[in-house]
């Protein structure tokens, strides 16, 4: 298929608009065959790399193909061990278009399940739940909601009636999430078949010799595509690039050196003597990115230290979003990727939607009886 073979959008049409989620009919928007490699030819070229058509940071459908592509089959970080500290304490995470929560157990360790209903209380899925925005709604168990704070237990250590929405009466029958832990961090993989594990030394420093303290967690939001945010927060020279990390040397504000470790698809940690910062990046809207940042070690610097870093390093986004939502006013004007960081995440990103599955259907979306006989 030629890439710009579709017919353009017209100019007056909401850039997210309502697009089922129907990976058998594949992903297109704005003209472009989403999964065409040469979506992704200017991003890739190795002499002179430009950011994606700005159809990759405002379209509805292209979230829905890195659901396919990367959420649903990589593992992805959404907290710390520290969070959920009791029996039964719940963390809720949407990864992707999907509900999930990660449960502390009795015997100390986590069991990863999806969400009881993944479209809260409706029978279908509202079209304002559709648009690529997280909404702001009470049943925050949805797959298309906000996910809350994480839930402590009951006094008595039991479950408490806010957790119904995510557990039911019975959650021994929810569909199972796998979960594994490194260090302090906790993973999930949405794909059932998985056969991979978790990077596990993730610890910048010995564990006998890293300062112990209390784990400081807290939130940021952004009003730029997850993949701005993630690239503009690894900026640094490239120590040692892995197919799924990348190792970085980075320079923070006062400074002082530091390492950066970027795990696909949305961790970055970094680390200096004495305390490391973790950022987990979670889309929350088609242009719109939450920070999870977790503060281990003596916390020299404070959180007001750590999120003057992160706001320093994301401030650009803001601007470059804005301008990636108007680009028909100005279509030569193209980005440049200076940031090595970014060129790896997007050949990362390149290699993910290559390599998941194809649906090849053989039938017609529709027959009738008599149809099917012929």
């Known amino acids: 298929m030629s890439v710009r073979s579709l017919p353009a959008a017209p100019h007056n049409m909401p850039a997210a608009g309502f697009v089922t989620d129907r990976p058998d009919l594949g992903y297109a928007a704005e003209g472009w065959d989403l999964s065409d490699p040469a979506f992704f030819a200017e991003a890739l070229d190795p002499a002179e790399p430009h950011h994606?058509?700005?159809?990759?940071?405002?379209?509805?459908?292209?979230?829905?193909?890195?659901?396919?592509?990367?959420?649903?089959?990589?593992?992805?970080?959404?907290?710390?061990?520290?969070?959920i500290p009791r029996t039964n304490d719940l963390l809720p995470f949407t990864v992707g278009h999907h509900g999930v929560h990660v449960q502390r157990r009795a015997d100390g360790g986590l069991v990863g399940r999806f969400n009881k209903a993944q479209h809260g209380g409706c029978r279908a899925v509202p079209l304002q739940c559709q648009t690529g925005t997280k909404t702001r709604c009470s049943f925050t168990a949805c797959g298309y909601s906000r996910d809350g704070l994480p839930l402590s237990a009951a006094p008595d250590g039991g479950p408490t009636p806010a957790m119904h929405q995510y557990l039911g009466l019975r959650p021994e029958r929810l569909l199972p999430v796998a979960v594994r832990t490194s260090g302090s961090m906790i993973f999930v993989n949405l794909d059932a078949g998985t056969t991979s594990e978790p990077l596990q030394n993730l610890a910048f420093e010995d564990e006998t010799s890293r300062p112990v303290g209390t784990v400081l967690t807290f939130r940021r939001t952004y009003p730029a595509n997850w993949k701005l945010v993630l690239g503009a927060l690894a900026g640094g020279e490239v120590a040692l690039p892995t197919s799924d990390s990348l190792w970085l040397t980075t320079t923070l504000r006062d400074g002082r050196l530091a390492e950066a470790r970027i795990l696909f698809p949305n961790l970055i940690l970094f680390s200096s003597p004495g305390e490391t910062c973790g950022v987990i990046v979670q889309p929350t809207a088609l242009g719109e990115t939450l920070c999870r940042v977790a503060l281990f070690g003596n916390r020299a610097r404070g959180a007001g230290d750590w999120l003057a870093e992160i706001d320093a390093r994301v401030w650009r986004t803001t601007e470059l979003q804005r301008d990636l939502d108007v680009r028909e006013a100005n279509p030569a004007r193209r980005h440049p990727l200076p940031n090595a960081a970014e060129r790896w995440l997007h050949r990362r990103l390149a290699a993910a939607v290559k390599a998941r599955p194809r649906i090849e259907a053989t039938e017609p979306l529709y027959a009738t009886a008599i149809g099917r006989r012929r």
């Not at 994606?52 to 061990?81: H, K, M």
């Open 52 to 83: 994606l058509p700005p159809t990759a940071y405002r379209s509805l459908a292209f979230a829905n193909l890195e659901d396919d592509a990367i959420w649903t089959r990589n593992w992805v970080c959404i907290g710390t061990q520290e969070e």
